[in-house]
């Protein structure tokens, strides 16, 4: 993959996930909130910083605090080894992050066929309901999501008992459209819920002029990456974390 589609794919990233409480560090993004999610709770380290690295942590660190949050880092391929070498001195610990995968929305291959059940319905808003909340199971990070400025949908999938089965979130930035927040109930996996989210997704995706996908999964989530990759998408890149050994006071 070249650097321009990765630097873009970062900053597609950023965006749909920004956190409420930015800082510029010469070309570094500081971003805080509320500590649930790594995207919008570390610093985004394009560029150079304008300071000399061990200044720049050290700024960075202060930064943090204030907020009352663990200092880290989002590291994507290709970045500074000057940087790396300095958490690895600071004693920061790696976190995972996740596999970045792309694809054009014309090749997305599910099977139309592909239903999650004749009595299930789909539930589409532009803010996120209430069962979509339960299905994240956490608060802050649901939250967290809408601090983008973003047009966005949630969607839900729900039984003929009016149970939700699973949902996912899309994000509309130019052409591409994001997929992120994709969660199937343990009962419902592997009954075509997931790919019913998908298919439903991309069809708003098209009515929002987007022609390209990307989504983050998590390398451990086999089944998951399966399905995106039967789908058509394939990886672009990998990112991870990397955390001050203190634990943030939340």
């Known amino acids: ?14 965006r749909s996930m920004p956190g409420r409480t930015r800082r510029r560090l010469g070309d570094w993004q500081l971003r805080g909130d509320r500590g649930a999610t790594g995207r919008a709770n570390t610093v985004w380290p394009t560029g150079r910083p304008a300071l000399p690295t061990s200044d720049a942590v050290d700024k960075i ?25 300095e958490l690895d001195r600071r004693g920061y610990v790696e976190v995972p992050g996740a596999i970045v995968m792309t694809m054009a929305m014309d090749d997305l291959t599910i099977d139309p066929g592909t239903s999650a059940g004749e009595a299930t319905t789909m539930a589409i808003g532009r803010s996120p309901s209430h069962e979509f909340e339960q299905l994240v199971g956490q608060p802050n990070r649901v939250l967290e999501m809408t601090s983008t ?7 839900t999938v729900k039984g003929p008992k009016e149970n939700t089965l ?17 969660n ?4 419902a996996r592997r009954t075509g819920v997931a790919q019913a989210v998908l298919r439903s997704l991309a069809e708003h995706g098209r009515h929002h002029g987007a022609d390209r996908i990307w ?6 989530n086999g089944p998951a990456r399966q399905l995106y990759s039967k789908a058509g998408m394939c ?3 990998r990112y991870h974390y990397r955390f001050a050994h203190s634990e943030s006071p939340q």
């Open 149 to 155: 400025a973003l047009p966005q949908i949630f969607l």
């Open 184 to 187: 199937t109930v343990p009962e």
């Open 235 to 237: 990886e672009a890149h």
């Open 61 to 85: 660190e202060r930064w943090y605090e204030s907020l009352q949050l663990r200092p880290g880092f989002q590291i994507f391929s290709g970045a500074s080894t000057d940087l790396t070498a």
């Open 1 to 14: 993959m070249g650097d321009a589609l990765r630097e873009q794919l970062e900053g597609l990233s950023d």
């Open 215 to 220: 989504l983050q999964v998590m390398d451990s």
């Open 166 to 182: 699973g949902g996912g979130r899309a994000t509309f930035d130019g052409r591409w459209m994001g997929i992120t927040a994709m």
